[in-house]
C-alpha cells in the first residue's frame, strides 16, 4: 500500500499550482484527504473527499481557495488538491491521507510534499 505526493515546491503568493497524490495497492474506498504541517506547527486537517467524489469539506482556512477531488480506478486513487490564490501561511508539508476502516481516523499516510509560497 503506497500514498505518493507530488506537486509541492516554492511558489509566489497569489499562485495557483496542483498538488497530486497516487494511492495504489488496495482499494480506497472511504475518504481521503489532504492534511498539512507547517513549520512549528501541529498538523492540521485541510480537506477531505468521500468515495465518490461528491461530498467535499474543507478548513475555514483554505475554503473557496482549495479544491480536492479524486478519481478512482481499480486498486488505485488520484488524489488532487487545487490551491489558488496561494498565501505565504500556506507554507507547510502537505499530506495525503486515506481512511482505510471507514471511521475518518486517518491511517495511511504519504511521505509529504513540501510547498513554500514566497511573498
Known amino acids: 500500500v503506497q500514498l505518493q505526493a507530488s506537486g509541492g515546491g516554492l511558489v509566489q503568493a497569489g499562485e495557483s499550482p496542483r498538488l497530486s497524490c497516487v494511492a495504489s495497492g488496495r482499494t480506497f474506498s472511504n475518504t481521503m484527504g489532504w492534511f498539512r504541517q507547517a513549520p512549528g506547527k501541529e498538523r492540521e486537517f485541510v480537506a477531505v473527499?468521500?468515495?465518490?467524489?461528491?461530498?467535499?469539506?474543507?478548513a475555514d482556512s483554505v475554503k473557496g481557495r482549495f479544491t480536492i477531488s479524486r478519481d478512482n480506478a481499480d486498486n488505485t486513487v488520484y488524489l488532487y488538491l487545487q490551491m489558488n490564490s496561494l498565501k505565504p501561511e500556506d507554507t507547510a508539508v502537505y499530506y495525503c491521507a486515506a481512511d482505510s476502516r471507514g471511521d475518518f481516523a486517518y491511517d495511511i499516510w504519504g511521505q509529504g510534499t513540501l510547498v513554500t509560497v514566497s511573498s
Open positions: 473527499v468521500s468515495w465518490s467524489g461528491g461530498r467535499t469539506y474543507y
